[in-house]
């Protein structure tokens, strides 16, 4: 009797396991198809938001505060404390919404600047946007999905 229950047992916890890493990916599935539209207010106007994939698992940094009140390559001054992003290729003005995949918490910022300049970085947010993002408060990077908004 004791030679069935154990496999019995490991069977039961693998299914039960099996069965909740399932159900979490058609939860998390079910998020990602809703928030690609979402509806944004300005001043008392409904504004509808699409958001267009640009690209996945890139690294992100942030400013360092040295470069408060400087001028970005667009011409503005830069602000640590605004929700702003340098990136290579992308027009100036571009709103981007940047997503950590791993809290799945995300923030919009708007391209102001050229760069990042070191080799595998793809955007460099201001300090504030990255810190509302980030899991974890001591690391200068991590990997983020892009995607544009189109209005």
């Known amino acids: 009797m004791k030679k069935i229950i154990a496999p019995t047992l490991l069977l039961f916890i693998f299914v039960f396991f099996a069965s909740s890493f399932t159900s979490e990916k058609i939860i998390r599935s079910d998020k990602a198809k809703k928030s690609l539209q979402d509806t944004l207010t300005v001043d008392s106007v ?39 992003a340098a990136h290579k290729k992308l027009p100036f003005g571009t709103k981007l919404r940047v997503t950590n995949p791993v809290n799945n918490k995300s923030v919009v910022v708007t391209v102001t600047d050229r760069g990042p300049f070191t080799r595998g970085r793809e955007i460099d947010l201001s300090k504030k946007a990255f810190m509302e993002i980030t899991h974890v408060k001591g690391r200068g990077f991590l990997n983020v999905n892009l995607e544009t908004i189109k209005e």
Do not use: E, I, M, W
């Open 46 to 84: 409904q504004v509808n938001l699409k958001y267009r994939p640009y690209k996945k698992a890139v690294h992100a940094s942030y400013y360092h505060d040295r470069f408060n009140g400087r001028r970005t390559a667009s011409g503005k001054r830069f602000d640590n404390s605004k929700y702003t």
